[in-house]
C-alpha cells in the first residue's frame, strides 16, 4: 500500500494540477476586452503620421554637414510642425487584443526617425548659434519618446527609451552652454516629462495582461514554459526603464542647478535649495524611492 505521507503528497499534486487548469481554463474562455479607449483625437496616431511623411537619410544626421543638415530640415519642416501639434494632443499607444497582431509596430522605426529628424534640427540650430532653438528640438525628442510608449507595452518602452536617449545625449551637452532662462525651462519641460511617466511595474502588468487576453491559454502554456527566460527579459526592460529615467533626473538636477548657480552666482549647497523656485519637488530614485541624491 502506499505510505500515508505519499497520499497526502499525491492529493496534493492532484489538486494543484486540477487549481492551474482551471485557472487556464477561465482565462481561455474570458471574452477579449476592447481595446482601451483612445482619446480622440490621439496625438499618437499624429505623431506617426509625422513620421511616415519623412524624407529619407535622416538616420545620418549626425554626419552632416551644416548644408546637409539644412536641406534635411527644409525637406521635413512638414512633419517637424505636425509632430509638434501632435504633442499638444493626449498621446496613447493603440493595442489590439488580437493574438500576433500589434496594430503599432510598424509605426516604430518611423517614430524613431521622427526623433532623429528632430536632433538633426537641433543640431542646425547649434550650428547657427541658436542654443534656445537647439534646446527645444532636443526637448521635442524626448518628449516624442514619452508620449508614443504611453499606455503601451514593453517593445513600445523600449522604443520610447531610445528615443529618449536621441534627445538626452544632445541636450546634457548642450546645457552648459544655455542662460538661465533657458535651463529654467528645459528644466520644467524634464520635470512635466518625468511626473506623467509611467512606473516599470505598470508597464509589466499591461504587458501580461495583454498576453494573456490576447493569447490565452496556449499564452499561459508558453508563459509557464519559458517563465525564467521571460523574467530575465522583464528584468532587462525595468533596469533600461529605470536607468532613462535616472540619467534625465541628473540631467534636470543639473539644469536646475545651472540656473541657480547662474541666477545667485553660487552652486546650490542641496537639492532642498532648488525647491520650489528650480523645481516643484526633489527627484525621487526609481529603485529606491528615496529623495535623489546631489550630484
Not at 5 to 23: H, M, P, R, S, W
Not at 124 to 137: I, K, R
Not at 228 to 249: A, C, D, G, M, P
Amino acid at each position: 500500500m502506499m505510505p500515508r505521507a505519499a497520499k497526502v503528497l499525491t492529493g496534493f499534486f492532484i489538486v494543484a494540477v486540477l487549481l492551474v487548469g482551471v485557472a487556464l481554463v477561465f482565462t481561455l474562455i474570458q471574452p477579449r476586452p476592447a481595446p482601451p479607449a483612445l482619446p480622440k483625437p490621439n496625438g499618437y496616431e499624429v505623431l506617426a503620421q509625422a513620421g511616415r511623411m519623412l524624407a529619407d537619410r535622416t538616420s545620418d544626421y549626425y554626419t552632416m554637414s551644416e548644408a546637409e543638415l539644412r536641406t534635411l530640415v527644409k525637406t521635413n519642416a512638414e512633419a517637424l510642425k505636425l509632430a509638434r501639434s501632435g504633442l499638444s494632443l493626449p498621446c496613447q499607444v493603440p493595442l489590439d487584443y488580437s493574438a500576433g497582431s500589434l496594430t503599432n509596430w510598424a509605426d516604430l522605426p518611423w517614430l524613431k526617425r521622427l526623433a532623429q529628424a528632430m536632433a538633426a534640427e537641433g543640431r542646425l540650430h547649434e550650428l547657427e548659434g541658436c542654443p534656445a532653438d537647439a534646446a527645444d528640438s532636443y526637448l521635442t525628442a524626448i518628449r516624442v519618446g514619452f508620449a508614443t510608449s504611453k499606455g503601451g507595452l514593453l517593445i513600445d518602452a523600449l522604443v520610447g527609451i531610445a528615443i529618449e536617449a536621441i534627445g538626452d545625449t544632445y541636450l546634457e551637452k548642450l546645457s552648459l552652454t544655455l542662460n538661465a532662462k533657458q535651463c529654467r525651462h528645459a528644466a520644467a519641460v524634464l520635470e512635466s516629462c518625468e511626473a506623467g511617466r509611467e512606473p516599470a511595474a505598470t508597464i509589466l502588468a499591461r504587458e501580461r495582461a495583454w498576453s494573456r487576453r490576447a493569447y490565452g491559454l496556449k499564452g499561459q502554456i508558453v508563459r509557464m514554459v519559458t517563465y525564467k527566460s521571460l523574467r530575465q527579459t522583464e528584468q532587462r526592460v525595468v533596469s533600461k526603464v529605470n536607468s532613462i529615467q535616472v540619467r534625465e533626473q541628473v540631467l534636470l538636477v543639473q539644469l536646475a542647478s545651472r540656473a541657480y548657480e547662474l541666477e545667485k552666482g553660487e552652486r546650490p549647497k542641496g537639492l532642498v535649495d532648488l525647491v520650489p523656485a528650480y523645481l516643484k519637488t526633489i527627484p525621487q530614485d526609481p529603485v529606491t524611492g528615496t529623495n535623489m541624491a546631489y550630484p
